[in-house]
């Protein structure tokens, strides 16, 4: 597909979460449909609000190929689908972003090194196959240091941290045999984060960076502008720039920095939309769900321009008991993402509150 998804296409969505959901939404306000797949039960966030839903595993092959037959195009809200299944949806249908992007991301080794080769600054890694790499490892990234699963980590899960040598055993162990690999710890001054768009044509749009505060591995609140001088804000848009045509990207993209005295430190990509630019819903006139899914239809993208400065707050577990007073807060934007259940540490909305006319 080259040509621009006409009003009633179909575009297939990985993944069933909040994310899902905010792309569904977005892709019917375009007048097109979306269409999740997703193993966990059908009535879940993104279902909930899409056009259609497939309940089925990932290796699936019948589900898979109907699926496929049912949409357009496909993207994702979720970076680790397997391989098997992007094989055998790759065969019938584009997948967008593309599987490079997929590659990078899932395994924080290759995403190290592919940023490294970049020319962009990472903090020091080493990777870890086994007990006898941890010495030599750390003898690479000084202690202290933070042991990272290469595959599946999210929010803070697969990550152990070293304060001295004396626990480093202990914390490997604690990943329980996975392939990891050792990160310096980076003394950071703040945590940006630049969401990124490349259409189909190589166009780029970058959101402004935002600043994001983290509680327990979690996204906390995302602040926009972000404290950065000029330098650093036109270093943060042009590097994310450079990641997004190295990966040929069709999408949106999330790129994580830390802000050091000696420059910006990329910590990770994300290839999807998100948490960190759901400001954009309330700061922008095209959010990052419209660019993404304007992205993957083939259309133009959007003006990434924001008109107003907002903060963003994530709705996590408890939080969910303050609902009526946010809800009686006039001007708080609320995003509520139709999770039955209430637990310890899981996303159920956000708000965004406008601070002030764009500064
Ligand atoms: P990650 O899953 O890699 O995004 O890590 C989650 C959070 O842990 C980051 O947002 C940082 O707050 C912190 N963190 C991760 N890696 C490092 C590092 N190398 N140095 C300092 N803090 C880190």
């Given at each position: 597909?080259?040509?621009?998804?006409?009003?009633?296409?179909?575009?297939?969505?990985?993944?069933?979460?909040?994310?899902?959901?905010?792309?569904?939404?977005?892709?019917?306000?375009?007048?097109?449909?979306?269409?999740?797949?997703?193993?966990?039960?059908?009535?879940?966030?993104?279902?909930?609000?899409?056009?259609?839903?497939?309940?089925?595993?990932?290796?699936?092959?019948?589900?898979?190929?109907?699926?496929?037959?049912?949409?357009?195009?496909?993207?994702?809200?979720?970076?680790?689908?397997?391989?098997?299944?992007?094989?055998?949806?790759?065969?019938?249908?584009?997948?967008?972003?593309?599987?490079?992007?997929?590659?990078?991301?899932?395994?924080r080794l290759?995403?190290k090194r592919?940023?490294?080769?970049?020319?962009?600054?990472?903090a020091p890694f080493a990777p870890i196959d086994g007990p006898g790499d941890l010495d030599g490892a750390l003898a690479e990234t000084g202690v202290p240091a933070i042991l990272k699963?290469r595959?599946?980590?999210?929010?803070?899960?697969?990550?152990a941290?070293i304060?001295d040598p004396d626990v480093a055993e202990?914390a490997l162990a604690?990943l329980?045999?996975?392939a990891a690999i050792a990160e310096g710890h980076?003394?950071?001054?703040?945590?940006?984060?630049?969401?990124?768009?490349?259409?189909?044509?190589?166009?780029?749009?970058?959101?402004?960076?935002?600043?994001?505060?983290?509680?327990?591995?979690?996204?906390?609140?995302?602040?926009?502008?972000?404290?950065?001088?000029?330098?650093?804000?036109?270093?943060?848009?042009?590097?994310?720039?450079?990641?997004?045509?190295?990966?040929?990207?069709?999408?949106?993209?999330?790129?994580?920095?830390?802000?050091?005295?000696?420059?910006?430190?990329?910590?990770?990509?994300?290839?999807?939309?998100?948490?960190?630019?759901?400001?954009?819903?309330?700061?922008?006139?095209?959010?990052?769900?419209?660019?993404?899914?304007?992205?993957?239809?083939?259309?133009?993208?959007?003006?990434?321009?924001?008109?107003?400065?907002?903060?963003?707050?994530?709705?996590?577990?408890?939080?969910?008991?303050?609902?009526?007073?946010?809800?009686?807060?006039?001007?708080?934007?609320?995003?509520?993402?139709?999770?039955?259940?209430?637990?310890?540490?899981?996303?159920?909305?956000?708000?965004?509150?406008?601070?002030?006319?764009?500064?």
């Amino acid at each position: 597909m080259s040509d621009p998804l006409a009003p009633g296409a179909a575009i297939g969505i990985l993944g069933g979460g909040q994310l899902g959901r905010m792309l569904a939404l977005a892709a019917a306000r375009l007048g097109l449909r979306a269409h999740i797949y997703d193993p966990a039960a059908a009535s879940g966030p993104a279902a909930q609000v899409a056009d259609s839903a497939t309940t089925a595993a990932w290796d699936d092959a019948a589900a898979l190929d109907a699926f496929a037959a049912s949409v357009d195009v496909i993207t994702y809200e979720f970076e680790n689908i397997p391989t098997g299944t992007l094989d055998r949806l790759g065969a019938a249908r584009q997948i967008r972003p593309g599987r490079r992007a997929l590659e990078v991301s899932q395994d924080r080794l290759t995403e190290k090194r592919f940023l490294r080769d970049l020319g962009l600054a990472t903090a020091p890694f080493a990777p870890i196959d086994g007990p006898g790499d941890l010495d030599g490892a750390l003898a690479e990234t000084g202690v202290p240091a933070i042991l990272k699963t290469r595959r599946f980590g999210y929010d803070g899960k697969g990550q152990a941290r070293i304060a001295d040598p004396d626990v480093a055993e202990a914390a490997l162990a604690s990943l329980q045999g996975a392939a990891a690999i050792a990160e310096g710890h980076v003394a950071f001054e703040r945590e940006v984060s630049v969401i990124g768009a490349r259409g189909l044509d190589g166009a780029i749009a970058c959101f402004d960076p935002g600043e994001n505060v983290h509680e327990g591995g979690i996204l906390r609140t995302t602040t926009i502008p972000a404290r950065l001088s000029v330098a650093q804000r036109t270093d943060a848009v042009l590097l994310t720039g450079k990641i997004l045509n190295a990966l040929d990207y069709i999408g949106v993209l999330g790129v994580e920095l830390f802000v050091t005295p000696g420059g910006l430190i990329v910590n990770e990509i994300a290839p999807r939309v998100h948490n960190s630019g759901h400001w954009t819903q309330n700061g922008c006139t095209i959010c990052q769900f419209e660019q993404h899914i304007r992205a993957v239809a083939g259309w133009p993208l959007g003006d990434g321009t924001r008109h107003s400065d907002v903060t963003m707050e994530n709705l996590i577990g408890d939080d969910m008991d303050r609902l009526a007073g946010l809800r009686s807060e006039p001007a708080t934007a609320l995003h509520l993402y139709g999770k039955a259940e209430t637990r310890p540490g899981r996303k159920m909305g956000h708000v965004n509150r406008i601070t002030g006319p764009a500064g």
